[in-house]
């Protein structure tokens, strides 16, 4: 019997290999991700679920009797390399289907080629409304995500400021040359002011910044009740780092670019005790959240952070779009994803809105001994 089962477990990889082989079987995903660079968290858990959700797929025989074969670009968190590197995987390898980016601003030149091209994107985690709308709010209609939208976001972390950690005064540290940085700051700043909060501090940095002392100066002299920094791991290690040194007391609050497993090794303890809004917690106790945290440990010996369960969701809402359209014709997938409702994933059940941003509700996590602890999940 045992050898029995080898045997034909070898035959399948035979088979699959062979048939992987062959052009016309194969469906080709171009992965385009931040591996290198300041964020490189963020690619590494995004390519982790994206290969599990792949090889669960093709374990089941793949799609439409076809095995998928993703091909990886590094975008090194840079909005040109981005591009080129959509470029290249729709020219060269003749990709139909791409997931990734991850950082908004590199999304959003992505999001234009993808669009123009016809080819279907899908980006995990970009948050920033312009990936799947342009300037003029027309929609591009090739393009979704994953994830909620830096409206909410920006919404439920206003709300949280003002009525969880009753502040009246903030300051806002953001970094100009970022889209998801600028966007967040901007949606934070409307709606703290709309719940009677006072901005008393909007100020910007630049992306090679690393002394942040002028600005810090400014914000100890102020005394705000919260210091809220829109901005990825890396940088707000820094800045939370330094302003406590600087005596700053104020609470720290951002979204969901702090989620790092690396965010306490730059920020040590000066993190704790700061808030932000994410996509999950792994501390979620329904099933399908448990039973995903599992699965990732097992392969990969850690959690899965927000990044790593919404490329596995972003993987399965496209192999279940072609799976519903029967074809890989990207304009047939296209229809197939807007029709969608309710399709259950790990971070929600996803049915989109008219610019392919799904509706879903987001948690509010606080660092509290170099550990992420669920606070609280607000619905849209
Ligand atoms: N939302 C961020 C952006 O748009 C990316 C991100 C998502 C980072 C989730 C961390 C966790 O740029």
Sequence with gaps: MKQFILFSITLLLVL????????????????????????????????????????????????????????????????????????????????????????????IPLSEICQESKVVMITPTSTNPKVTVRDDGTRKDYVFRACFIDPFQGTVAAKFAVEYLKAKRAAVLYDKSNDYSTGLADFFKDNFTKNGGVISIFESYGK???????????????????????????????????????????????????DSPEMTKIAGDAINGGYFTNHYSPQDP??????????????????PD?????????????????????????????????????FPTVSGNITFDAFGNPVKSAVILEYQNGEQRYVTQVQP
């Design 16 to 107: 699959g290999l062979s048939c992987g082989n062959k052009e016309g079987n194969v469906i080709r995903i171009g992965l385009i991700i931040p591996i290198t660079g300041d964020v490189k968290t963020f690619g590494e858990s995004v390519r982790n679920s994206v290969i599990l959700a792949v090889s669960e797929a093709n374990a089941k025989g793949g799609v439409n009797g076809k095995l998928i074969k993703i091909i990886s670009a590094d975008d090194k968190n840079d909005p040109t390399e981005a591009a080129n590197a959509g470029s290249k995987l729709i020219n060269q390898d003749k990709v139909k289907f791409v997931i990734g980016s991850v950082a908004s601003k590199s999304s």
């Design 286 to 303: 329904r099933p399908e959240v448990q039973e995903w945290v599992s699965k990732y440990q097992a392969k990969y010996g850690q959690k």
């Design 208 to 258: 090679d910044d690393v002394d942040f002392s002028a600005l810090l100066t400014k914000v100890r002299a102020d005394k705000p009740d919260i210091l809220f920094l829109p901005d990825y791991y890396t940088k707000v290690g820094l800045i939370t780092k330094q302003a406590r040194a600087l005596g700053i007391t104020a609470k720290f609050l951002g979204g969901d670019g702090w």
């Design 306 to 342: 927000a990044l790593g369960t919404l490329g596995y969701d972003a993987t399965n809402l496209l192999i279940e779009a072609m799976r519903a359209a029967g074809t890989e014709k990207p304009e047939a997938v296209r229809d197939a994803l807007v029709k969608m409702s309710n």
